[in-house]
């Protein structure tokens, strides 16, 4: 365990700005930022033309563990994180069996504490009938409730069910917003299909804006707070921007939504890009980029949700909804900031510091005096290119492969701890369960 760590002469992006100079790290916690830091510590780094940022928070993974550990794990899934600059992840429910209890809970984040190289914590899963355990449960970034049908068998569609979940709850509440009955009627009408560009019209644009409205009105009258996962549509745009900015609700747009359409990625990947909802036309994308730069999203959460290529190889109508996601959501943002589409800034305030803000994450999101030293260390101008060999995820493939990118996460610290440098991953220190507060 190193103690102190001071990093010299770097560019450091804090809440007030940009600027260059040290930054000092000592038990965990960021103890300094200062023009010059003339102390001394048990590791110095001082290397030119680098940037420090607070770290990734990735507010919605699939980590697969357990159930599907062939997939990914957790061990391999926060490897993946850490390689991508991510710092702290949200892991969903929907795993075999559902993390659906307090006991199931707890034994997750006990494995997790042993496994994980970064920070974790875990939504609990709603069912029809588990109310007792979404109210018990403690120190949880939400509950999350799949209204419309998705990997695993967690589904509540029922309005009544919803309604009280929203009455009788306190917990923030995630959901996977599409309708579930337009989904099955639409499935009957594309039964025969082996098209994969149906799976936008068995999953519509109509279907998602029906559930995001329904379910934004069950917030608003029991002023209950909700985050829409995965947005997709234009129209889910347009409609969170007639609300206009209130307390209650928030959403998120992943990488793959907000930089490929249809057809163009089903024509290069055909099912490795068929994910839940779906990826849309072009219309969709630019909207969602908008709604992006406009401040109607919030956030960046990468959806990873990792299957092996020889399952995603298969015809559509059999092969799997879903696709990894985590260790390239910081270099594909970055590459849009070396593009000119946003500012380093919106880069920090898109994933790290509006995660913490939304899922009232204690002590982690920016780059503050006090605040817990999870941070990334990046070559601004640095090239490279995804592919199968870099990539750190069991699926070992991406929808991005390919692209050359300039912006490279070189480190990445965890509490304090160097856990990740240019390709090696230090296992010997884990990551900790993250504090949420309450609502």
Known sequence: MIESTLFKDIEIVTPNGIHQGDLLIKEGKIAAIEPVINETAEEVIQETGLTILPGVIDPHVHFRDPGATHKEDLESGSK?????????????????????????????????????????????GATADNLRELQD??????????????????????DEILDQIFRDTSKLIAVHSEDE???QEKMKEFEETTNVLDHEKIRSAEGALKCTQFLCELALKHKHRLHICHLTTKQEVEYLKSLGKQPFISTEVTPQ???TYSPDIFERWGTKAQINPPIRSRDHQEA???????GVIACIGSDHAPHLASEKAKPFGQAPSGMPGVETSLPVFLNLVDQGYFSLQDCVRLMSFMPAQLFKVKNKGQLTVGYDADCVVIDRKGKHQIDQSSLVTKAKWSVFEGLTLTGKPIATFVNGQCVYREGSFFTDVKGTEIRIETY
């Open 80 to 124: 993946a994180a850490a390689s991508g600059g991510v710092t702290s992840f949200f892991d969903m429910p929907n795993t075999n069996p559902a993390t659906i209890s307090v006991e199931a809970m707890q034994a997750k984040k006990d494995y997790a504490s042993t496994t994980s190289l970064v920070n974790y914590n875990f939504f609990i």
């Open 137 to 158: 449960v403690e120190n949880v970034p939400g509950i999350k409730i799949y209204v419309g049908s998705s990997t695993g068998s967690l589904l509540v569609d029922q």
């Open 181 to 183: 009955a337009m989904i």
């Open 257 to 259: 939504h907000l930089l």
């Open 288 to 294: 969602l980029f908008k709604g992006l730069k406009e």
